[in-house]
């Protein structure tokens, strides 16, 4: 179940990238850029959503489903899946021989 969850988590993840970067930007025309209409969408009147917004905010609340799901799996495991899991053990090194 956890590589389940872990392949769909790496899928979505690029899934957002993907969309993410298909969007165009707020104020792409070049009207924006010299202060004309298309500017006003900061605190203006903004259009109905469109099917890729959809799509970024599903995936994100997926993405965030499946953070949660991997993070409790991985606590709930036996194993010490940590980062810092070998932080507390001193290092020791010793010295080469000549």
Same mark, same amino acid.
């Given at each position: 179940?956890?590589?389940?969850?872990?392949?769909?988590?790496?899928?979505?993840?690029?899934?957002?990238?993907?969309?993410?970067?298909?969007?165009?930007?707020?104020?792409?025309?070049?009207?924006?850029?010299?202060?004309?209409?298309?500017?006003?969408?900061?605190?203006?009147?903004?259009?109905?959503?469109?099917?890729?917004?959809?799509?970024?905010?599903?995936? =994100?609340?997926?993405?965030?489903?499946?953070?949660?799901?991997?993070?409790?799996?991985?606590?709930?495991?036996?194993?010490?899946?940590?980062?810092?899991?070998? =932080?507390?053990?001193?290092?020791?090194?010793?010295?080469?021989?000549?």
């Amino acid at each position: 179940m956890l590589y389940f969850v872990l392949v769909i988590h790496i899928l979505v993840s690029f899934f957002i990238v993907g969309i993410i970067l298909l969007q165009q930007g707020s104020s792409a025309d070049l009207a924006g850029a010299f202060g004309g209409q298309g500017s006003q969408t900061a605190f203006g009147p903004r259009g109905a959503a469109t099917l890729l917004t959809k799509l970024t905010a599903w995936s =994100a609340v997926l993405f965030m489903i499946t953070s949660i799901s991997l993070t409790v799996m991985l606590s709930r495991s036996s194993g010490d899946h940590s980062v810092l899991s070998g =932080a507390g053990h001193p290092v020791t090194q010793t010295a080469p021989k000549k």
